[in-house]
């Protein structure tokens, strides 16, 4: 998962990216509206974090721009004015969350797990495909009841796929989405990172969809 | 009227002058006529005096005869004060005959002044005051005449009483007329003072009018003399506005602007060790505290007597409705209101803070419903009934809460001293701002059981 980070308090800024990190995500970040906007209009990301009060474009604006390019990805902005009329505006351009300054940093990584569930159409923390099972508020998997060691890779791979069960995602899709934007990416390593999670699991669930990509299921569904 | 108003001081000056005036103008023309007419009396006597010379004559004895006729009755009405006497002057060394006078004199006389008191004038007669046995006030005309066998003392004397009676009853007209024209002078200046300087009584009470927050300008045509006064108070009651909002805006800014270095403040303590930590957060809520506070109190002081606050309900409602749906997907909104083009008399902003706060307590305890519905409502009791009133309820079908824990929500926060930002229900501010409009606040349980916050707002039925 690859979350955009627009706040140009560079310490909070750090503290949201350590804090995701920490978590399993990809971290890009930026310091003003006009970085954000650029990264948020060209990087495909699974949800945005942005600040309202931004230096040379704000935050409104952004997100305004962004809704208008077709970016649809979930944005939940961060405010420091708690009216609810400077909220509803917020919500109003195009955000789907927010959360008003101070905050607490789980506050934010709760939200912006909530927020990408909501955009894979799934209703609980937890998400399951046959015997596995994703805890996305802990960051673990489990086979059976019994924790998988992933590594921060592997995690993320495994994931990506489950927010996306029973599509076909393409590998250049998952190197966006399991990468920042300074890796040099290697679509070969894709390959790598799959065959070891499909021996951790243990369960063929991750299948190769030729020229296209993989997909993950659940047995019953497969056909 | 205040002893010190413009209205009292020129009508003050404007009655004493009329005042001076008019009783200046009185004595002038009663000195006039009084002069004109004790010309005209002498003239009279004089013009006596000829005819009794003309009708009286003497022997060569020295007697006198003659009848003079002077049309006049009071002449032969003793007492009257109408006399005429001739009196033969002593010729050098002879005898004095009988004197001629009128039947009005009888036999007394009058005491003339002696000739160095009173000379005769470059015509010969002398004129002098006098009285005679009856006490009436005289005029006297007297002169001497050679009547060929010797001479003689004219004398004609008029009562001064029907001179003043005719000088007394002109200036009682005099006066009455000048006094109904001073009281008429006086009503018509205090008319046309009050006429003239009503602009001025409707700038003071425009001012008041916008002191009392009913009113943000002068409006109004006013006179060329105070239209530019009225301008320039406008001008100053914009600048006036333009720096409070510029210092509110600047303490909202600086407030705001802290929310960032707490928030960094609030998370960077999680890595220090336990004691520091803690301290950190201490400091950090505290000054979060502080500057809820002091948005709080700026809100509430912008928000303070915009009586003429309009905000059409539906559209807010709606807006936030589609808000919370769009926070709460899992939940069902739904929005009631009748008559949808109901306003409520409060700012946009104050009324989606109020709806706002409710409907996320609401979405908060939801199971899965929430309702939003507005009414007419009748005014609460001890309130203005000149103006609308609609019942708002918010109502969820969550667990609500029994009845000591709603005394307790509404307890919690009365005062904005004693509330803690970011804690309870969220009804600390809703209470403040309902309170600033006269609302009225109070908690119920919803048909479905949960939770019925439900508000009484002034509102002006379209």
Same mark, same amino acid.
């Given at each position: 998962m690859r979350i955009l980070v627009v706040e140009d308090d560079k310490d909070l800024n750090r503290q949201l990216c350590e804090a995701l990190v920490e978590q399993g995500y990809v971290v890009d970040r930026a310091f003003d509206g006009e970085e954000g906007h650029f990264l948020g209009d060209t990087e495909p990301y699974d949800a945005a974090i942005l600040d309202i009060g931004l230096p040379e474009m704000d935050g409104i604006t952004v997100?305004?721009?962004?809704?208008?390019?077709?970016?649809?990805?979930?944005v939940l902005i961060l405010t420091a004015r708690d009216r609810w009329s400077d909220k509803v505006s917020g919500i109003d351009a195009g955000a789907d969350d927010y959360v008003t300054k101070p905050f607490h940093v789980e506050e934010v990584l709760a939200r912006i797990r909530a927020l990408i569930r909501r955009a894979s159409g799934l209703a609980s923390s937890e998400i399951a495909c046959g015997p596995v099972r994703l805890d996305t508020k802990a960051s673990k998997a489990s086979v059976n009841g019994t924790t998988l060691k992933l590594t921060s890779h592997e995690f993320?791979?495994?994931?990506?796929?489950?927010?996306?069960?029973?599509? =076909? =995602?393409?590998?250049?899709?998952? =190197?966006?989405h399991m990468y920042d934007q300074d890796f040099d990416r290697d679509s070969n390593t894709i390959e790598v990172f799959v065959g070891r999670l499909r021996k951790k699991i243990g369960v063929d669930l991750i299948e190769t969809v030729r020229g296209l990509g993989y997909r993950m299921q659940a047995p019953d569904n497969a056909g | 009227m205040r002893a010190s108003s413009l209205t009292a001081r020129v009508l003050v000056i404007a009655t004493v002058w009329a005042v001076i005036a008019l009783v200046v103008i009185a004595l002038v023309i009663q000195a006039l006529y009084r002069t004109g007419s004790e010309r005209a009396f002498r003239d009279l006597l004089r013009a006596q005096l000829n005819s009794v010379i003309n009708a009286v004559s003497m022997d060569p004895e020295g007697r006198l005869s003659g009848d003079p006729e002077l049309g006049d009755l009071a002449f032969a009405r003793p007492g009257s004060g109408w006399i005429w006497i001739v009196d033969p002057l002593p010729a050098v060394g002879g005898k004095t005959a009988a004197r001629l006078a009128s039947v009005s004199i009888g036999n007394d006389d009058i005491a003339s002044p002696s000739l160095a008191a009173v000379p005769f004038d470059s015509r010969y007669i002398r004129a002098y005051s006098a009285s005679d046995a009856s006490g009436n006030a005289l005029e006297v005309v007297e002169t001497e005449v050679d009547l060929v066998n010797g001479a003689a003392r004219f004398r004609v004397a008029g009562n001064r009483e029907v001179l003043e009676d005719d000088v007394a009853a002109f200036s009682g007209r005099l006066f009455l007329a000048l006094a109904l024209f001073g009281i008429g002078s006086v009503v018509i200046n205090a008319l046309a003072i009050l006429y003239g300087l009503k602009p001025l009584d409707d700038v003071s009470r425009a001012l008041g009018r916008i002191r009392a927050g009913e009113a943000d300008a002068l409006t109004g045509a006013f006179p060329r003399e105070i239209a530019p006064l009225a301008g320039e108070v406008n001008a100053l009651i914009e600048m006036n506005r333009r720096v409070v909002d510029r210092a509110r805006m600047q303490v909202g800014n600086l407030a705001h602007s802290l929310k960032t270095p707490i928030a960094v403040l609030l998370n960077e303590s999680k890595d220090m060790t336990e004691a520091h930590g803690k301290l950190v957060r201490i400091q950090a809520d505290t000054m979060q505290a502080q500057v809820q506070t002091y948005l709080d109190r700026a809100r509430i002081a912008a928000q303070r007597g915009s009586v003429l606050a309009r905000t059409e309900a539906r559209p807010s409602i709606e807006r936030l409705v589609r808000v919370m749906r769009k926070l709460n997907p899992e939940l069902e909104f739904v929005a009631d209101i009748a008559p949808g083009n109901?306003?409520?008399s409060m700012e946009q902003q104050d009324f989606e803070e109020i709806l706002g706060n409710l409907v996320e307590n609401a979405a908060k305890f939801a199971r899965g419903r929430v309702e939003v519905r507005l009414r007419p409502a009748p005014a609460p009791d001890g309130a203005a009934a000149d103006r609308g009133w609609i019942s708002l309820s918010i109502d969820d079908d969550g667990p609500g809460l029994t009845e000591p824990q709603m005394a307790e929500a509404m307890k919690r926060g009365r005062r904005l001293d004693e509330s803690k930002p970011g804690t309870g229900l969220g009804l600390s501010i809703v209470s403040e701002i309902s309170a600033e409009y006269h609302g009225r606040i109070r908690l119920d349980r919803s048909a479905s059981g949960g939770l019925s916050a439900q508000l009484l707002l002034p509102s002006l039925l379209s």
């Open positions: 997100l305004e721009k962004w809704r208008a390019e077709g970016r649809l990805m979930p993320r791979l495994l994931s990506y796929l489950m927010h996306h069960l029973g599509e =076909v =995602v393409s590998r250049t899709e998952l =190197v966006e | 109901a306003i409520v």
